[in-house]
């Protein structure tokens, strides 16, 4: 295989180390309801598929060869996914990316804990400023930027069809919660949620004003 990715090819032991650090990462954040772990299934197994063909088997090259009779150029569901187009700078693009969902995972997850998941039931608050204040689930927009920066650096056909899909499990996990916390806090989370988006920053309708962020006790 001449070819510019057949370097990445049938490195086993690099495909274990990169879905370990995954694994581990998962294990590091706490999660605070066992419906979660369905989410985070899915998502290492979004990792296991990846690691899998970029260091083990470009199984997406030879199941569209197979089904069509041509090889694929570098970069279409096989190898660093715009390496055509801007040489690695989408390897560099998706790094990024990667980083930034890293860490509204882990400020995401810090803040909460703290404030809302460690405390009793109903002696929790209402978190709604710093990052909360901008987006109501950051956790899970950093887990979609993570893997959207994953797809930029090699995307394959399972990538993509699994992107979907983890999308839409997120999704519904969020809308479950707030309707739990809607139960909780009434009035005030809504009027949180009418300033705030989901995942991303509101840009439209009612200007979002961050609230202050309360004294620690």
Avoid at 9 to 25: P, R, S
Avoid at 42 to 56: P, S
Avoid at 79 to 87: A, D, P, V
């Amino acid at each position: 295989m001449n070819d510019p990715a057949s370097g990445h090819f049938g490195q086993w032991g690099y495909m274990l180390v990169w879905i370990a650090l995954y694994a581990i990462m998962l294990l590091f954040i706490p999660f605070y309801k066992k419906s979660q772990w369905k989410p985070t299934s899915a998502y290492l197994a979004f990792v296991v598929a990846l690691a899998l063909e970029m260091f083990g088997i470009p199984l997406s090259m030879y199941a569209l060869t197979w089904a069509f009779g041509v090889t694929l150029p570098d970069g279409v569901l096989f190898g660093h996914t715009l390496n055509q187009w801007i040489g690695p700078w989408g390897m560099y693009i998706g790094t990024v990316l990667m980083i930034v969902g890293l860490g509204l995972v882990i400020v995401g997850w810090s803040v909460i804990h703290k404030r809302y998941w460690s405390k009793e039931a109903g002696e929790g608050q209402l978190v709604n400023w710093g990052i909360y204040g901008i987006i109501r689930h950051p956790q899970y927009t950093g887990f979609m930027l993570v893997t959207f920066g994953m797809m930029l650096d090699w995307l394959t056909l399972p990538l993509l069809l699994m992107w979907p899909l983890l999308i839409f499990i997120y999704y519904r996990l969020a809308r479950r919660e707030e309707r739990e916390m809607e139960a909780e806090f009434g009035a005030a989370y809504r009027a949180y949620t009418a300033r705030t988006g989901m995942f991303l920053p509101k840009l439209w309708g009612r200007p979002h004003e961050i609230a202050p962020r309360p004294h620690a006790r």
